[in-house]
Nanobody, 118 residues
């Protein structure tokens, strides 16, 4: 059974940094391309970043490019999102999922909440 647990969110001031983590289990993590998404209050899901299974290909949305960095540790079955220069518009609940899975798999999951506010 696929399990993904996000952590690392919190309250941070504009310009600050946070590192989100996603612990994966129940599947072969090293074979899975992974993606980060977020959902701001009252808005739909927004794609943030995708990383291939080997970490060789990484993409970012224009809204986070240059500020966020995704990486993975296949030995530890962990996915990370380093977020720097945070802005109030980055406030959202952040989720990780396998690229092959649908957004509906996020239903009922808490994700990790990031609030950027002074």
């Amino acid at each position: 059974q696929v399990q993904l647990v996000e952590s690392g969110g919190g309250l941070v001031q504009p310009g600050g940094s946070l590192r989100l983590s996603c612990a994966a289990s129940g599947f072969t993590f090293s074979a899975a391309s992974m993606t980060w998404l977020r959902q701001a209050p009252g808005k739909g899901l927004e794609w943030v970043s995708t990383i291939t299974n080997d970490g060789e290909v990484i993409r970012y949305s224009d809204s986070v490019k240059g500020r966020f960095t995704v990486r993975r540790d296949n030995a530890k079955n962990m996915l990370y999102l380093q977020m720097n220069s945070l802005k109030p518009e980055d406030t959202a609940v952040y989720y990780c999922r396998r690229v092959v899975d649908r957004d509906s798999t996020l239903n009922g999951r808490p994700g990790t909440r990031v609030t950027v506010s002074s």
